[in-house]
């Protein structure tokens, strides 16, 4: 249940990269037959991205990771125009620590997480270069209304690039709907059943950035570094198959989140964070009371369920949620926080046995402390 | 049984792991992340979490992270600059073993249905009658029965010191015949949380980790007749029974004999001033029962434990010393054993009579 960190790869996609780990090796920007081999499949799996978002191929860049695509999206712009940057403070890291390194500005957000409109007015003006907004929150899973955002960006910030990091949303919603709202945009083959280590940057035609990794020119010098050809072909044919679901798959889905929700409502002291008219289906986020979230996963983890709660830190210890914090969730509700992710291999069985661990677990978790309590 | 062990990434605490399941234990290694400042070393030493992984890797069992940031901060990181502030000198591995380790690594660990946390401390739990006593570790030379001397018959219950019965020689020995990659790390000696690495300012240490979180003061240092002899620093990082850098000069050995941080002034004197009968011991703990009467009292990690009668007090006890002893700064643990020096009977800190008045809350000092 934890399908927002990573999900497992299609067997789609392993089918489709299996050639050129075992056969096809040659680097595309060669000049020989074998490369020339090479060149065609990234041609095509960029002309097929193309096609499920509805951008020109030449504006899809492929990267090694979403974070890559955010840097090279934000500090790209910044470095090539100056100006100021400009984002929510509930972004995810990639986002949110380069808008801090460049010293932009980083506005409130509402008590859903998204990002509050009148916030993000008073920080646009002319002087700014990048507003990176995120379409759905990979902690929460609220969606930001991307049409109020466009709006605003337009109207109050006329130079500014509009950039989304949409990691998360590639699985539920239509990526054809949402390019036209931006400038950029960053997507991440291992959150919809694609391999990890590959991402791509689509970036609207014109609009130029410095490149954040130097070298051989590739990708029409935007992304320098030899093609992760296999990747590439695999994240392409992942995302055809997302999107050839996605119908199919968010009415799945969200049967199974009203399900999970209605199990996970029987605990006493369990608070949805984000309510489901504004999140996407694949995640649900909980506080659950007088719960520590370290001690919930471990016994989570034990039952063979694995969640997540927030992100963790280069130790591996779980860092409190910047998001639950600008949300200005309490202390002592954020503390117990739980999110649950599901995604193309989830089934009701899994869902099930989720709310059965999670509720013994948190039964557990409260009689020892009240037992402790008592000496 | 079910076991976790913390691991900090030491060869100690990566045999003491190793033991646990050679003896057949069913074994979880974790490690705590306790110290979260930015401006000093960034995370928390992720290359000791890394070792503590490896190992836990190698030896076959599951090893987790727990963040007890706001825990470390709460109760030793922010003491321990409080008491520098009004010239008492902590012991803030001792207070990290009080409140995290062996109590909120305890509590966490009976949530998690385990049915003991060990540690790579070197001292012993022997189990008597129903009674739990804590001893010496087997390395007199390395026995840690002081920095853990807090320790009540409930945790004592539930606490393993694999290698307290073992030579750090032969810990090491182990490690290496295991294999492990902490077979040759050094002993750690610093406070965790104070950077030996320059900061941006070029500072290091603990005059850069307290000037960033209370003003440091000059003081002068006069000798027992109120001459000025010269000046230091900070009258804050001052100890009593220092000699270094109080010297000016001279043929005599001259130790600080009294901190007076608010009159910024620091006394210097001969040993023969240092020397007292009796010390005043307050936040007492009792590894069993109250033991008053005949004991041996240890004032420092590796120091001796002298003879002495300890009485009640008001709010603590009265170490009434044999012979005469040099004076303990305030803030110093003082540990109770038995009369053969080998088993802990309990401990507490020192009070010194200038700061005791007021010690109970100590001097609050807004961070922010």
Not at chain 1, 156 to 165: C, E, F, G, R
Not at chain 1, 212 to 228: A, K, Y
Not at chain 2, 22 to 35: C, F
């Amino acid at each position: 249940m934890d399908h927002a960190a990573t999900t497992p790869m299609r067997a789609s996609a392993i089918e489709a990269m299996m050639p050129f780990l075992d056969g096809v090796y040659a680097n595309p920007s060669g000049s020989h037959r074998f490369a020339r081999l090479a060149r065609k499949s990234v041609d095509e799996a960029r002309d097929l991205i193309a096609s499920i978002v509805g951008c020109k191929p030449g504006e899809v860049v492929f990267t090694g990771c979403g974070t890559e695509s955010d840097n090279a999206a934000i500090i790209g712009i910044v470095r090539r125009h100056g100006g100021v940057a400009v984002c929510p403070a509930a972004e995810h890291h990639a986002v949110l620590h380069c808008v801090e390194h460049l010293h932009g500005r980083v506005v409130d957000v509402d008590a859903n997480g998204a990002v509050d409109p009148d916030a993000l007015r008073a920080a646009l003006d002319d002087t700014v270069r990048s507003v990176s907004v995120m379409a759905v929150n990979n902690e929460t899973g609220v969606i930001t209304d991307m049409t109020v955002v466009s709006d605003l960006v337009r109207r109050h910030a006329p130079n500014a690039v509009l950039h989304t990091d949409a990691v998360q949303a590639a699985c539920w919603i239509d990526l054809r709907l949402l390019w036209p709202l931006v400038d950029s945009m960053a997507i991440s083959a291992h959150k919809f059943g694609g391999p990890k280590g590959v991402g791509a940057l689509i970036v609207r035609e014109g609009v130029t950035f410095e490149p954040v990794v130097l070298g051989g020119g590739q990708e029409r010098d935007r992304r320098s570094g030899t093609h992760n050809v296999a990747g590439i072909v695999a994240m392409a044919e992942a995302l055809r198959a997302t999107d050839a679901e996605r119908e199919h798959e968010v009415a799945r889905i969200s049967a199974l989140r009203d399900r999970l929700l209605t199990g996970l409502s029987a605990i006493p002291g369990v608070r949805r964070t984000v309510p489901d008219a504004v999140s996407v289906p694949g995640v649900v986020h909980v506080c659950i009371s007088d719960v520590e979230s370290e001690s919930l996963l471990y016994l989570l983890d034990e039952a063979d369920v694995c969640a997540s709660s927030a992100s963790a830190c280069a130790s591996g210890a779980m860092e409190p949620s910047h998001v639950l914090r600008a949300m200005g969730v309490e202390r002592e509700w954020s503390a117990g926080a739980l999110r649950l992710s599901m995604g193309h291999t989830t089934t009701e069985a899994d869902v099930d046995r989720t709310v059965r661990v999670v509720a013994e677990s948190v039964e557990r978790i409260r009689a020892v402390a009240a037992r402790l309590k008592r000496g | 049984m079910k076991v976790l062990i913390a691991m900090s990434g030491g060869v100690d605490s990566s045999v003491a792991a190793a033991l646990l399941v050679e003896q057949g234990h069913d074994v979880v290694g974790v490690t705590m992340r306790l110290w979260g400042g930015e401006s000093d070393t960034g995370c928390c030493s992720v290359s000791d979490v890394d070792d503590a992984r490896r190992v836990a890797q190698q030896i076959g069992i599951d090893h987790l992270v727990f963040n007890f940031t706001d825990e470390f901060h709460r109760n030793v990181v922010e003491p321990y600059v409080n008491d520098h502030a009004v010239g008492v000198t902590p012991n803030p591995c001792i207070e990290c073993n009080r409140h995290l380790k062996f109590d909120r690594l305890h509590e966490r660990a009976l949530v998690l249905g385990f049915d003991a946390v060990a540690t790579g401390h070197h001292a012993r739990v022997v189990e008597r009658d129903g009674v739990f006593r804590l001893a010496r570790g087997h390395d007199a030379a390395k026995d840690q029965s002081y920095v853990v001397h807090m320790l009540d018959q409930r945790q004592l219950s539930r606490t393993m010191f694999p290698v307290g019965e073992m030579n750090k020689a032969d810990v090491r020995a182990h490690a290496e015949r295991l294999g492990l990659r902490t077979a040759g790390k050094p002993d750690s000696q610093d406070v965790c949380f104070i950077t030996t690495t320059k900061d941006d300012d070029g500072r290091s240490g603990r005059s850069a980790f307290l000037s960033r979180r209370i003003p440091l003061h000059v003081a002068e240092i006069v000798d027992v007749a109120g001459e000025r002899i010269g000046e230091v620093e900070a009258v804050e990082m001052v100890t009593l029974g220092q000699r270094r850098g109080v010297g000016g000069g001279g043929g005599t050995k001259r130790f600080v004999v009294d901190v007076d941080v608010p009159g910024r002034r620091v006394v210097v004197g001969p040993e023969a001033m240092l020397l007292t009968e009796t010390e005043l011991v307050g936040q007492m703990s009792w590894s069993s029962f109250v033991v008053f009467g005949t004991v041996r009292v240890q004032c420092s990690a590796h120091g001796e434990a002298n003879l002495a009668t300890v009485e009640p007090d008001d709010g603590g006890v009265v170490v009434r010393w044999r012979e005469p002893q040099r004076r303990i700064s305030p803030g110093q643990s003082a540990v109770f054993y038995d009369e053969a020096g080998e088993v802990v009977l309990g401990g507490g800190v020192v009070i010194s009579p200038r700061v005791r008045p007021g010690l109970e809350g100590h001097t609050v000092i807004d961070f922010t």
